[in-house]
Every structure is written in structure tokens, then in C-alpha cells.
T-cell receptor, first 114, second 117 residues
Framework: DAKTTQPTSMDCAEGRAANLPCNHS???????VYWYRQIHSQGPQYIIH???NNETNEMASLIITEDRKSSTLILPHATLRDTAVYYC???????????????FGKGTKLSVIP | GAVVSQHPSWVICKSGTSVKIECRSL??????MFWYRQFPKQSLMLMAT?????????EQGVEKDKFLINHASLTLSTLTVTSAHPEDSSFYIC?????????????FGPGTRLTVL
């Protein structure tokens, strides 16, 4: 699976949009971009994923550049409860058991400030 | 969304004892389950992948005889840490894939914090 690069930490004011970048310059055509987050001492929580097109759900929006070498997770109105480590993961699509594995990097520690 | 539970949420044991951690998918059938370990201030590290009814596949460096994984049903996987030692103290997290939906998302349990004295 392609490696990802994320900033170590970011701050965001409560109520503002949080934009978390991720570089995945070696991504292959059959690899998805996934975002998970982990609040302190809890298991990771799935946020969103995409292949080529931008995606939006009730939690966030995912913007993928046209060349697919980078993406941005957007939390439109950050709250204190969004303080967490956010992981950007690239994973191959497929049906083999190994294709479902997730490789976690260090992620971005997002601190939402009152 | 799909819910995965773990039991216990935390456990303290003496060195040399064995500890069993359960991972359950509550509202879906998990054809594949994963076990991760997370040390303080570090990221999650995949330990093993298990498919229902077959032997688990362990990642390099993970001792299969020390970390016994059983995935006997589509809703339950167990991880047994045998002869636990203080260096096994960690946060153990399972995840499960909903094979019935055909999706690729993994749903994570809340984790089990193991402390070995």
C-alpha cells in the first residue's frame, strides 16, 4: 500500500472548519483513500473514504486532487469533541483478505481550541 | 453503523498468567477480524488477521504461540495473551469487516487496556 504523509499536529478554533491535509504521491489507480480518527484511549472511528471523486457524509468531506496525489479531510464546524488523532490511510481495493488490512501511520493530532 | 464490542475494557494481571480478550460484532457478521496493539504515544500496529473458521495470519515479529487467536464464529474472535509479561502491557484493539455488506470498511472495538504487573 502507498505511504502517506501528514502533519504531526494542527490546531483549529471551535466552530471553524478544520482542514487536514494528506500526501499520498505514490498512490496507485486501484487504491482508496481512507480517513479514521482516534479519540484518546478509544478505538479508531471510520470517517470517510474515496477513490477519485470528492465525498461528503454527515461527519466530513473528502477532497481528492485530480492527480490523486493528495487529499484533504474537512470537518466543516469543528467542536471540542473532534479533538483526536486523524489517520489518512491508502489501501488497495480488492477481495482478498490482505486487501482489507489497514496500515496506520502517525496521523495528525488535531486540537480544537475553545 | 456497525458496532464492535470488546471485553474486558481493561484488565490487570500478574506476570506469567494468561489473559483472554473477546471481540464481538454486535449487528453484523464479521468474516474477517483484525487484532492491533498500540503502545503509549504510538500508532496502531497490526498483529494478525483472522478469517472465520481458519487459522489466523500473523504479522512478522508477532509470536503466534504467545498471542493465540480464535475466530470460531462470525461474530466472535478471541485473543489470548499467554504467559503475559510486563512488556505485553498495551492497548489491544480489534476490528471487524462486515462481509455481508460487501463493503471494505473496518469497524473498530473500543479497545482493551492490559496491564501486566
Amino acid at each position: 500500500d502507498a505511504k502517506t504523509t501528514q502533519p504531526t499536529s494542527m490546531d483549529c478554533a471551535e466552530g471553524r472548519a478544520a482542514n487536514l491535509p494528506c500526501n499520498h504521491s505514490t498512490i496507485s489507480g486501484n487504491e482508496y483513500v481512507y480517513w479514521y480518527r482516534q479519540i484518546h484511549s478509544q478505538g479508531p472511528q471510520y470517517i470517510i473514504h474515496g477513490l477519485k471523486n470528492n465525498e461528503t457524509n454527515e461527519m466530513a468531506s473528502l477532497i481528492i486532487t485530480e492527480d490523486r496525489k493528495s487529499s484533504t479531510l474537512i470537518l466543516p464546524h469543528a467542536t471540542l469533541r473532534d479533538t483526536a488523532v486523524y489517520y489518512c490511510i491508502v489501501r488497495v481495493a480488492g477481495s482478498g483478505a490482505g486487501s482489507y488490512q489497514l496500515t496506520f501511520g502517525k496521523g495528525t493530532k488535531l486540537s480544537v481550541i475553545p | 453503523g456497525a458496532v464492535v464490542s470488546q471485553h474486558p475494557s481493561w484488565v490487570i494481571c500478574k506476570s506469567g498468567t494468561s489473559v483472554k480478550i473477546e471481540c464481538r460484532s454486535l449487528d453484523f457478521q464479521a468474516t474477517t477480524m483484525f487484532w492491533y496493539r498500540q503502545f503509549p504515544k504510538q500508532s496502531l500496529m497490526l498483529m494478525a488477521t483472522s478469517n472465520e473458521g481458519s487459522k489466523a495470519t500473523y504479522e512478522q515479529g508477532v509470536e503466534k504461540d504467545k498471542f493465540l487467536i480464535n475466530h470460531a464464529s462470525l461474530t466472535l474472535s478471541t485473543l489470548t495473551v499467554t504467559s503475559a509479561h510486563p512488556e505485553d502491557s498495551s492497548f489491544y484493539i480489534c476490528s471487524a469487516r462486515d462481509g455481508g455488506s460487501g463493503g471494505n470498511e473496518q469497524f473498530f472495538g473500543p479497545g482493551t487496556r492490559l496491564t501486566v504487573l
